[in-house]
């Protein structure tokens, strides 16, 4: 089963920018999603990208400020994370889905990484 190890978070003021990196030990699936958990919450659906990367889908409260892109020859992931607020503050995972239809549900993914953690101070 492909591993997923995420990198690049830490901590930014608001207004500030980070690009995330989640990287594959093997060929990946279909579609490939961030998600991310604050304290006391539920993991939430971030972004997708489809194999070719061609087809995209955003959390409406990202659009415009986030952007995710995909590298197959090198299998990784990125989410390019522009004008955080403090409520993007969160651990941020990547993961896995056999689906190309983008879902947004966590129980569609296979696969996920350990998890990146995103401070936004106020």
């Known amino acids: 089963q492909v591993q997923l190890v995420e990198s690049g978070g830490g901590l930014v003021q608001a207004g500030g920018s980070l690009r995330l990196s989640c990287a594959a030990s093997?060929?990946?699936?279909?579609?490939m999603g961030w998600f991310r958990q604050a304290p006391g919450k539920e993991r939430e659906f971030v972004a997708a990208?489809?194999?070719?990367?061609?087809?995209?889908s955003y959390l409406d409260s990202v659009k415009g400020r986030f952007t995710i892109s995909r590298d197959n020859a090198k299998n990784t992931v990125f989410l390019e994370m522009n004008s955080l607020k403090p409520e993007d503050t969160a651990v941020y995972y990547c993961?896995?889905?056999?689906?190309?239809?983008?879902?947004?549900?966590?129980?569609?993914?296979?696969?996920w990484g350990q998890g990146t953690q995103v401070t936004v101070s106020s």
């Open positions: 993961a896995t889905s056999p689906y190309s239809w983008l879902p947004r549900s966590p129980s569609q993914y296979v696969a």
């Open positions: 093997g060929r990946t699936s279909s579609t």
């Open positions: 990208i489809s194999w070719s990367g061609g087809s995209t």
